[in-house]
Each structure stands twice: as C-alpha cells, then as structure tokens.
C-alpha cells in the first residue's frame, strides 16, 4: 500500500513563499501521476499541479509561473514550491497519487477523481 505524509505549510505573507513535501511510503509502479490539490470550507476541490514519471507537468492557471510541482527520487518525496503567495492561495493542500495511472494511455492532469491515495493535509494561510 501506498501512503503519503505530508509536511510544511503554514503563515506567510503575501508575497513571500512557501514549500510542501509529501513523504511517499510503498511500492510505486513504472509509471506514476502525482499532484497537488487544494480546497477551502464549502468549495470545490481543485487542483493545483501535477508531474508524471516523464516530467510531465500540469499547472492550474492561477498558479502557473509561481508554483513548481517536482519529484525527488532520492528523498522520496513530491514536492510544491509556492512562491510569490497571493490571499487567494489561502487552503487546505493534498498530495495524492493515481496508483492505476500507465502514461501510454492517459495524462496526469488535475481531475481529482483519477487519484486514489492521498495525504492528510496541511494548511496554507497567506495574509496581506
């Protein structure tokens, strides 16, 4: 089994960064998706980035030039680098990771349904 544990998040202003790790544990596949997702109280769920084992990444566009998605194979560990934070960064995070993903059949893109394990997650709050 597969399981994520997320570390990182917390306060900071706007305009300053932030970085959030998520610790993979488990028997990873060839291939593999894996992405970032947020959500606040009382919306949707939406994602915020993801990477395959290509280096293929998917950004949401309101991040797109100020957060990086990336994988560390020697840590193990997914990884996001939010920088330049904005108030409307302000949610709760997920890693997750799509175990059935094969990269010859399918994109890892940013539908949280495709996703099937996920980490506990951790709070972002960007204040101005």
């Known amino acids: 089994q597969v399981r994520l544990v997320q570390s990182g998040g917390g306060s900071v202003q706007a305009g300053g960064s932030l970085r959030l790790s998520c610790a993979i544990s488990g028997y990873f596949g060839k291939d593999y998706c894996m992405g970032w997702f947020r959500q606040v109280p009382e919306k949707e769920r939406e994602g915020v980035a993801s990477i395959d084992n290509h280096g293929n990444t998917k950004y949401a566009d309101s991040v797109k030039g100020r957060f990086t998605i990336s994988r560390d194979n020697a840590k193990n560990t997914l990884d996001l680098q939010l920088n330049s934070l904005r108030p409307e960064d302000t949610a709760m995070y997920y890693c997750?990771?799509?175990?059935?993903?094969?990269?010859?059949?399918?994109?890892?893109?940013?539908?949280?349904?495709?996703?099937?394990?996920w980490g506990q997650g951790t709070q972002v709050t960007v204040s101005s």
């Open positions: 997750a990771a799509d175990l059935k993903f094969d990269s010859d059949y399918i994109q890892c893109g940013l539908y949280d349904a495709d996703f099937d394990t």
